[in-house]
């Protein structure tokens, strides 16, 4: 099947007289005959549901499809995409050792890795999104055990070289782990460039609504975590009587110890309705990518044709500095985000956002309705203006993330919005 038609078709297959549409399964339990079915359960030796916290039939749904999306051999579903990323690490890598970390991510990864995993005793090293190979490569060190980027930065729309990131991580045995967020499997699946791991705030694209946080980890099932490197998936886990992840699920053993060791123990799951509303709104993704793109080029040009504009950034762009490697790695686009700079600085910024009228302002991205934010009167208020652009956020930047509207409305309501500037 064709990724569109996966959108609509994987993941669930009723049988005879069974609901044609994913059914919402709201139930923490599940019944069984005896004691030693149920046993064989909790020893991993049967496979099956029995408690919601670890698997869910809803759930378990949309994780094929997910899965099947991206070209994975198995995906979880988290509460958020903040517990997405705490578990793609913290399942691999452990108090005393080091991960390689892009600087261009998104602001609650940041706080987590740099200041949560810091204090539980877990190292990073931050790059800054356009190192080089020599830079990467100087930033592994002998404890090393994950290198993590987004595949396009939430919010400063850089776009990273998976291949390079694959190429250098894999020199040291270690794996990457892509959050692949902003364009979505629709316009670029990691996997197919190298990366090992990938992981998605569904709260985004992938639900479109903005109706229900979420968050996925899938695993490619290409890494060899036979390295050495890896006892917690090669050597015996005492907790589920000695069983060896790599041996007994193979290449799933990454998503298969996700789940039944840290979704059990942190038991950030996922609601079986909100998985509904996600695996419903994945049914229009491949449509909605090709919209949510095609208006942000759009939107994209007509900013930068504008005189009232200081600057544009948008992959899309021919004036932008990652257009080359976004139509290598993404031909079809990258996604609905723009960010920009009007002329007159912070108060003509925030003037304009007042307005707009079918721009929201919002602290949401990348759902069906056109939004915009002020990251320097909202987001980052508390910083500085030295400190807005050392961290890459110029005080008259507009964050706008273009909706699925008629493209036509949504020029329209920027151009009134300009001309009271
Ligand atoms: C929003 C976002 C997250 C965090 O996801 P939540 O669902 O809000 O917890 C992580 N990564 C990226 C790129 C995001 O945009």
């Given at each position: 099947?064709?990724?569109?038609?996966?959108?609509?078709?994987?993941?669930?297959?009723?049988?005879?007289?069974?609901?044609?549409?994913?059914?919402?399964?709201?139930?923490?339990?599940?019944?069984?005959?005896?004691?030693?079915?149920?046993?064989?359960?909790?020893?991993?030796?049967?496979?099956?549901?029995?408690y919601?916290?670890?698997?869910?039939?809803?759930?378990?749904?949309?994780?094929?499809?997910?899965?099947?999306?991206?070209?994975?051999?198995?995906?979880?579903?988290?509460?958020?995409?903040?517990?997405?990323?705490?578990?793609?690490?913290?399942?691999?890598?452990?108090?005393?050792?080091?991960?390689?970390?892009?600087?261009?991510?998104?602001?609650?990864?940041?706080?987590?890795?740099?200041?949560?995993?810091?204090?539980?005793?877990?190292?990073?090293?931050?790059?800054?999104?356009?190192?080089?190979?020599?830079?990467?490569?100087?930033?592994?060190?002998?404890?090393?055990?994950?290198?993590?980027?987004?595949?396009?930065?939430?919010?400063?729309?850089?776009?990273?070289?998976?291949?390079?990131?694959?190429?250098?991580a894999?020199?040291?045995?270690?794996?990457?782990?892509?959050d692949?967020?902003?364009?979505?499997?629709?316009?670029?699946?990691?996997?197919?460039?190298?990366?090992?791991?990938?992981?998605h705030?569904?709260?985004?694209y992938?639900?479109?609504?903005?109706?229900?946080?979420?968050?996925?980890i899938?695993?490619?099932?290409?890494?060899?975590?036979?390295?050495?490197?890896?006892?917690?998936?090669?050597?015996?886990?005492?907790?589920?009587?000695?069983?060896?992840?790599?041996?007994?699920?193979?290449?799933?053993?990454?998503?298969?110890?996700?789940?039944?060791?840290?979704?059990?123990?942190?038991?950030?799951?996922?609601?079986?309705?909100?998985?509904?509303?996600?695996?419903?709104?994945?049914?229009?993704?491949?449509?909605?990518?090709?919209?949510?793109?095609?208006?942000?080029?759009?939107?994209?040009?007509?900013?930068?044709?504008s005189?009232?504009?200081?600057?544009?950034?948008?992959?899309?762009?021919?004036?932008?500095k990652?257009?080359d490697?976004?139509k290598?790695m993404?031909?079809?686009?990258?996604?609905?985000?723009?960010?920009?700079?009007?002329?007159?600085?912070?108060?003509?910024?925030?003037?304009?956002?007042?307005?707009?009228?079918?721009?929201?302002?919002?602290?949401?991205?990348?759902?069906?309705?056109?939004?915009?934010?002020?990251?320097?009167?909202?987001?980052?208020?508390?910083?500085?203006?030295?400190?807005?652009?050392?961290?890459?956020?110029?005080?008259?930047?507009?964050?706008?993330?273009?909706?699925?509207?008629?493209?036509?409305?949504?020029?329209?309501?920027?151009k009134?919005?300009?001309?009271s500037?």
């Open positions: 099947m064709r990724i569109d038609t996966k959108c609509i078709q994987s993941g669930y297959d009723p049988k005879n007289g069974e609901p044609r549409v994913l059914p919402i399964v709201q139930s923490t339990t599940y019944s069984y005959d005896t004691s030693e079915e149920m046993g064989k359960l909790f020893d991993l030796e049967a496979e099956g549901f029995f919601t916290r670890l698997a869910n039939p809803t759930l378990d749904a949309v994780e094929k499809k997910i899965a099947d999306l991206e070209g994975g051999v198995g995906a979880m579903l988290t509460s958020s995409g903040q517990a997405a990323s705490l578990i793609s690490v913290t399942n691999i890598v452990k108090a005393g050792q080091h991960v390689v970390c892009s600087s261009a991510i998104y602001g609650g990864t940041f706080n987590l890795f740099n200041k949560t995993l810091r204090d539980l005793g877990i190292d990073f090293t931050f790059l800054k999104s356009n190192a080089t190979k020599e830079e990467i490569t100087a930033a592994f060190k002998e404890n090393t055990r994950a290198c993590f980027v987004e595949s396009v930065t939430n919010p400063s729309l850089d776009v990273s070289d998976i291949q390079l990131y694959a190429e250098i894999h020199s040291f045995g270690v794996p990457l782990i892509v692949n967020t902003f364009p979505t499997p629709i316009n670029f699946r990691p996997f197919e460039w190298g990366a090992d791991i990938v992981t705030s569904t709260s985004k992938l639900d479109g609504h903005a109706v229900s946080l979420g968050g996925i899938v695993d490619s099932g290409n890494f060899d975590w036979n390295n050495g490197k890896y006892p917690m998936l090669t050597e015996p886990d005492e907790t589920y009587h000695g069983v060896v992840y790599t041996d007994h699920f193979g290449k799933a053993a990454y998503i298969a110890k996700a789940r039944v060791h840290l979704m059990r123990d942190f038991g950030a799951q996922a609601a079986p309705m909100n998985a509904f509303l996600l695996n419903l709104g994945i049914e229009t993704l491949a449509l909605r990518m090709e919209r949510h793109c095609s208006n942000a080029q759009k939107v994209a040009e007509f900013l930068e044709a005189e009232k504009i200081e600057w544009v950034n948008y992959p899309g762009l021919k004036s932008n990652y257009y490697l976004a290598r993404m031909p079809n686009g990258t996604c609905g985000v723009i960010s920009f700079g009007v002329k007159g600085g912070k108060e003509t910024a925030e003037k304009l956002m007042g307005e707009l009228k079918l721009a929201r302002i919002v602290t949401h991205v990348a759902d069906a309705r056109t939004c915009v934010l002020h990251p320097a009167s909202t987001t980052h208020r508390q910083l500085t203006e030295q400190q807005l652009i050392d961290c890459g956020v110029a005080p008259n930047m507009i964050r706008l993330s273009v909706g699925i509207e008629n493209s036509d409305d949504i020029i329209e309501d920027i009134q919005a300009l001309e500037c």
